[in-house]
């Protein structure tokens, strides 16, 4: 089987992907205990900006600090002027408005850029292929699981090795002594959802050029997302690392093995874990 | 029987006789679309129950409304001579069974938790809805004739629309007014209880878990319902009736309705139906508008239009409204 590695690879780069969607998706239902419906339109809009952004430009560096720059500024003015509005209605009217907003932002995607699958060229070094132990492989597809690891591992040194991190994990504990403590931690919320915000553009710039920029692609990836936050066990971002992996191998081994299965065996997977494992492989006790 | 409950009585007979006479006041196309309204009014009422009465945000609703739709189109393309009464029942059958199963394994989470297992359910259904081509046509849908309906004495003709909208009214309004009993006995109440305080009353003796499942799978026969008359009324389906979507369609009737009231969902469904062909008629673009309506409901008046009405309600003096479960906001931990 000559295929093997290169699926492997296929996965470990939509793993890579997913990763980088459900970080964001992870960190804002652990920290604030709002399930983001709108984090998948968000990782949307990042892929369109970046369409425009590239077509104007030209540069996809650009593309990837801009974006993601842009979506930190929509997550802030969510947070600020909407979501906090809702807060005290309990979740149940967050979870619907950030869903409104889901509606929203996909129809405005269809009204600008139209309801048509668009193609991302990104050309220059990314986009040529390379040799290595006789295989021909895409650069792109190394550079997302790169981007992935890097993503991944900043997240944990800001959480677990500074005083910001540290903030941030005592605010989920007991927010009301850390406000007393005289941190702002309304801004600290309003910060962490901008990030999840500006992560999930980021996922969007990068998933651009390797899947196909559509109004469909934000339902598509947000099941997989959920998929993976169940599976790692919610709020748990070793959890998002280790199911993102088994996922992506799981969709990409599943289009060798069994192609008609394959859309199944991801759902397969999450009743597996949560018959023998409710909360999730990393997640703690509800 | 207090007065109340007279008043409620005389309110349903009221709805009923405004139907029966409907046909006759009323164009083709309008007919059509209260044909639709009705489906959709159970769907929404199902859904309710779920969310307005026991709290629990389902995001899977559409997996019994598609399960009872493709029921009523598969049996009757694969089964000859199957009467229209045997293929909803069968309809029943399927979503009751669905919904004790995934019910099993759905309610052991609550909340959000809850809320994204159904949407993950949801997708393996519609996975298996658009792979699973022999049987369910895929994206193509499938297409049926509604057979008449053998009364025994004599056959009425489905063809025709008005005698289908006839049994659609009286099926259909004889599920809700079902619904709405089962709301006000014990097994009813029992639930609206359950969401206010679960720990009382398991330390009362219930089996919470048992009620809830009970009710979850009662919601999925309904919505089971609802889809087959879906089936029965476009004489077509299509893997959108199990899609998300769907479930997106009935929370948005069951919000703008308000989750507060047995009756809000209803006003809902009737709202959203006219709102979704009038605005489709004048733009393309009228889930834009619908996701903003939704927003403003959600940030000014959360207990939907439902709400509205009861405050214009309480301003008439000597009417006080009683019948109504606590708002659904106040149930969330």
């Not at chain 1, 021909?136 to 890097?150: E, K, L």
């Not at chain 2, 259909?172 to 609206?192: C, E, N, P």
């Amino acid at each position: 089987m000559s295929e093997v590695p290169v699926f492997f690879l296929h996965g470990l780069a939509y793993a890579g992907l997913l990763f980088l969607v459900s970080a964001g998706l992870t960190l804002v239902f652990g920290m604030m205990n709002v399930l983001n419906f709108a984090h998948a339109a968000m990782y949307m809009l990042g892929a369109y900006f970046s369409f425009t952004l590239l077509r104007a430009t030209g540069q996809f560096w650009l593309c990837l600090l801009v974006c993601p720059l842009f979506l930190f500024i929509i997550g802030a003015l969510v947070e600020r002027f909407l979501l906090r509005r809702v807060h005290t209605y309990g979740h149940l009217h967050e979870l619907l408005l950030t869903f409104g907003l889901a509606y929203i932002m996909t129809e405005l995607v269809k009204l600008i850029w139209g309801n048509f699958p668009l193609a991302v060229n990104i050309g220059g070094f990314l986009g040529q292929t390379v040799e290595f132990f006789g295989m021909i492989y895409p650069i792109y597809r190394i550079f997302i699981f790169g981007c992935a690891v890097i993503v991944g591992l900043s997240m944990a040194a800001i959480l677990y090795k500074t005083r910001l991190g540290i903030i941030l994990r005592a605010a989920v504990n007991d927010s009301e002594m850390v406000n007393a403590l005289g941190f702002d931690v309304p801004l600290v919320f309003t910060g962490v959802f901008a990030f999840g915000a500006a992560l999930s553009g980021l996922a969007g710039v990068i998933a651009g050029p390797l899947l196909t920029t559509y109004p469909g692609m934000a339902h598509e990836i947000l099941i997989d997302a959920f998929v993976v936050i169940v599976v790692g066990g919610f709020g748990s971002l070793g959890g998002a690392v280790v199911a993102s992996l088994l996922i992506g191998e799981l969709q990409s081994f599943g289009v060798l093995l069994f192609p008609k299965l394959s859309l199944a065996l991801v759902y397969l997977l999450m009743a597996a874990v949560l018959i023998i494992k409710p909360s999730g492989l990393f997640g703690e006790k509800q | 029987m207090t007065s109340q409950k007279k008043a409620s009585y005389l309110f349903i007979a009221l709805i009923f006789a405004l139907g029966v006479l409907m046909p006759f006041m009323i164009k083709r196309y309008h007919l059509n679309m209260l044909t639709e309204i009705i489906v959709f009014a159970l769907y929404a009422v199902s859904y309710n129950l779920l969310l307005g009465y026991a709290g629990l945000l389902s995001f899977g609703h559409a997996m019994f409304f598609g399960m009872g739709a493709f029921t009523v189109a598969v049996s009757l393309i694969h089964i000859p001579g199957l009467s229209m009464w045997n293929a909803v029942l069968l309809a029943l059958a399927m979503t009751t069974v669905v919904g004790f199963i995934t019910g099993g394994f759905l309610l052991r989470h609550k909340g959000a938790y809850f809320a994204l297992l159904t949407l993950a359910f949801n997708s393996l259904f519609y996975a298996v809805a658009t792979k699973w081509h022999k049987i369910t046509g895929g994206d193509d849908g499938l297409s049926i004739t509604r057979p008449d309906l053998n009364l025994g004495f004599t056959t009425i003709k489905m063809a025709d629309l008005t005698n289908f909208y006839y049994v659609t009214l009286v099926v259909i309004g004889v599920a809700i007014v079902f619904s709405w009993y089962f709301t006000k006995t014990a097994m009813g109440q029992t639930v609206l209880l359950m969401r206010e305080n679960e720990e009382r009353m398991k330390f009362l003796g219930y089996n919470t878990n048992i009620s809830r499942l009970i009710l979850f799978t009662f919601t999925g026969a309904l919505a089971g319902l609802a889809g087959a008359f879906y089936t029965l009324h476009f004489q077509f389906v299509s893997q959108s009736a199990i899609s998300v979507d769907m479930t997106t369609t009935v929370l948005l009737m069951t919000f703008v309705g308000g989750t507060g009231t047995f009756w809000g969902p209803i006003l809902g469904a009737f709202v959203y139906i006219i709102l979704q062909n009038y605005l489709s008629d004048i733009t393309d673009r009228w889930p834009l508008f619908m996701g903003l309506i939704f927003i403003v409901m959600v940030l000014v008046i959360p207990g939907g239009l439902s709400q509205i009405i009861l405050s214009i309600r309480r301003l008439i003096p000597g009417k006080r409204n009683t019948d109504r479960p606590v708002a659904a906001e106040e149930a969330s931990p």
